[in-house]
Nanobody, 121 residues
Framework: QVQLVESGGGLVKAGGSLRLSCAAS????????MAWHRQAPEQQRELVAS???????YYTDSVKGRFTISRDNALNTVHLQMNNLKPEDTAVYYC???????????????WGEGTLVTVSS
């Protein structure tokens, strides 16, 4: 079982920056992939950025050049640095990890509870 604790959301003006962090704890063998998703009001949840254990990174087109995802494998943390924020970035941001354990060697997905990011115009 993996517990995820997110931090760093809040209210910021357009053009500002925020840094989201997510720390994983619990019983697991390895965290393979880590990612941030977001869900805006009345919208489907979407993948924002992901990073695997080897450091391969994906960004959705709308955040390329503005957001940076990073992870610390030793601390089991993932961060999302968000710069030049826009009102359309307003959403609840969810941390997601895929982890393996003795009881789930094939891996299992876990979600954080979400942190609200509000960007005012």
């Amino acid at each position: 079982q993996v517990q995820l604790v997110e931090s760093g959301g809040g209210l910021v003006k357009a053009g500002g920056s925020l840094r989201l962090s997510c720390a994983a704890s619990g019983s697991f063998s390895s965290i393979t992939a880590m990612a941030w998703h977001r869900q805006a009001p009345e919208q489907q949840r979407e993948l924002v950025a992901s990073i695997d254990r080897g450091g391969r990174i994906y960004y959705t087109d709308s955040v390329k050049g503005r957001f940076t995802i990073s992870r610390d494998n030793a601390l089991n943390t993932v961060h999302l640095q968000m710069n030049n924020l826009k009102p359309e970035d307003t959403a609840v941001y969810y941390c997601w990890v895929a982890a393996t354990a003795v009881t789930t060697p094939g891996g299992k997905s876990y979600w954080g509870e979400g942190t609200l990011v509000t960007v005012s115009s």
